[in-house]
């Protein structure tokens, strides 16, 4: 007997279906991962790696679902705290606001630390970036590999920035940081810590008239329509990472837990090659898209800031030496 083509259709359909419902029906584990940022990001190109990897893994018994764009969030502190609450599992993100639960992450805040991607991961992959993650186990976070969030930039509608005088005046949008808002008062700005989730609305409506960020977010976070000037300032490295829940972690049987590492290690490793391909693309694409690019004197801007080493260096207490090695590298 032959099947009509609807038939057939629908019977593939009601297959396909039950396949799928089965192959994640029930998941022992599911797991909740969340970022601040948009799906164009390479944030959330990490996040869908390591949801795959995990999935295929482990058969479909544990599954991740992941949250872009701050659905469950204002802004990357209030991530952080969810995983330190219970009510988020997982965290892709910026290090930005993790001065103010480990304070060994400032070691990373310091502006001009790092010339270009090798030289961070040098440090981030290595026994500096290992002793940070421990130390982060003490706040109920357990971090899994490091990322990229990416070299910040300044862009603001006001004028074109060169000289550091440009910067005067200026109310810049920091994270909720303080060494970065200390950077931003050694160049003349007025720095306004802000959630992420709030910037764009702020821009907008000019409560604020810049922000800094690399180009990555600049782009994809569409900051292009509000604002007109971009100046390559690269000031903060900014590094990023993929964390989860210490408690959810050590609840999970060893198998599932070498599951995680692993995946969140190639994730990692993906996320970061995403990041080098757009921050390569995006320039251009900022610029056709209007935005007027300046390239500012860097060591001018270098040594303004220099009083942030002098002022902020005993906050690392006990990781000051730490400091020392990756300056004397
Ligand atoms: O500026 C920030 O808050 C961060 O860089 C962002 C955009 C959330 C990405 O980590």
């Known amino acids: 007997m032959k099947m009509s083509a609807r038939v057939c259709g629908a019977a593939f359909a009601a297959a396909v279906m039950l396949l ?3 192959a994640f029906a029930d998941p022992t584990y599911t797991l909740k991962l969340a970022h601040a940022v948009p799906v164009e990001n390479p944030y959330h190109y990490g996040a869908m790696r ?16 992941v949250f872009p764009n701050n659905e469950l969030s204002t802004g990357e502190r209030d991530i952080l705290e969810g995983l330190q609450l ?10 930005g606001p993790m001065g103010g639960f480990e304070k060994s992450f400032l070691l990373f805040d310091f502006p001009f630390l790092f010339k270009d991607l090798k030289d961070a991961f040098e440090v981030l992959d290595g026994p500096i970036g290992d002793h940070v993650f421990k130390k982060l186990d003490s706040q109920g976070i357990h971090g899994l590999a490091w990322m990229v969030n990416g070299f910040r930039n300044l862009t603001n509608s006001k004028r074109p920035v060169v ?4 910067v005067a005046g200026l109310k810049v949008r920091t994270m909720e940081n303080k060494l970065h808002m200390a950077m931003w008062r050694e160049l003349g700005a007025d720095p306004t810590p802000m959630a992420w989730s709030e910037v764009f609305t702020a821009l907008q409506q000019g409560t604020i008239d810049g922000q800094e960020n690399p180009l990555t977010v600049i782009y994809t976070s569409k900051l292009n329509e509000v604002q007109k000037y971009l100046a390559l300032t690269r000031h903060v490295f900014s590094p990023a990472f993929i964390a989860i829940a210490s408690s959810k972690f050590e609840d999970l049987p060893e198998k599932y837990q070498a599951v995680i590492v692993k995946a969140a290690k190639a994730a990692a490793l993906h996320e970061r090659e995403v990041y080098e ?15 007027e690019v300046s390239t500012p004197d860097l ?3 270098r040594k303004a800031v220099q009083p942030v080493y002098e002022k ?11 400091l020392d090695q990756i300056l004397s590298r």
């Open 20 to 22: 799928s419902t089965n």
């Open 50 to 65: 390591f949801k795959e990897l995990v999935e295929a893994e482990t058969k479909g018994d544990m599954v991740i679902q």
């Open 86 to 95: 219970g009510t988020i599992d997982m965290y892709v993100g910026s290090t």
């Open 163 to 166: 000289k550091i005088s440009d």
């Open 277 to 291: 391909k757009m921050d390569a693309e995006f320039l251009e694409k900022l610029r056709a898209a209007g935005m």
């Open 299 to 301: 060591d001018e801007y």
């Open 312 to 322: 902020y260096r005993s906050e690392l207490g006990d990781d000051a030496g730490l």
